[in-house]
Nanobody, 117 residues
Framework: VQLQASGGGLAQAGGSLRLSCAVSGDIDSIKLMGWYRRSPGQRRELVATIMNAGSTNYAASVEGRFTISRENHKSTVYLQMDSLKPEDTAVYYC????????????WGQGTLVTVSS
């Protein structure tokens, strides 16, 4: 599975951005997709996940502001980010857990989101 993230950039506080993650390879083996982020000096943290059945999970810090979604064939996963805050500034990484039987983790290259106050 290969992941290519895009859509990062500069936004003002209160603004919006949408991240995209293009997925290729053995898409049918994917069990879940998600987004993580790493702020300067911080550990990488979970932002949101979406399971094959469509259920979603969000970090408390983004609940109600961010929305994860995907195209029906899982070829693209999105992260709609609204009401952005300066503390959302981070490198965002697309993530996937995939495999037949045993699974492994896959990561995209990261895309930088900067939110100015």
């Amino acid at each position: 599975v290969q992941l290519q993230a895009s859509g990062g950039g500069l936004a003002q506080a209160g603004g919006s951005l949408r991240l995209s993650c293009a997925v290729s390879g053995d898409i049918d083996s994917i069990k879940l997709m998600g987004w993580y982020r790493r702020s300067p000096g911080q550990r990488r943290e979970l932002v949101a996940t979406i399971m094959n059945a469509g259920s979603t999970n969000y970090a408390a810090s983004v609940e109600g502001r961010f929305t994860i979604s995907r195209e029906n064939h899982k070829s693209t996963v999105y992260l709609q980010m609204d009401s952005l805050k300066p503390e959302d500034t981070a490198v965002y990484y697309c993530h996937s857990r995939a495999g037949w039987g045993a699974t492994r983790e896959y990561w995209g290259q990261g895309t930088l989101v900067t939110v100015s106050s």
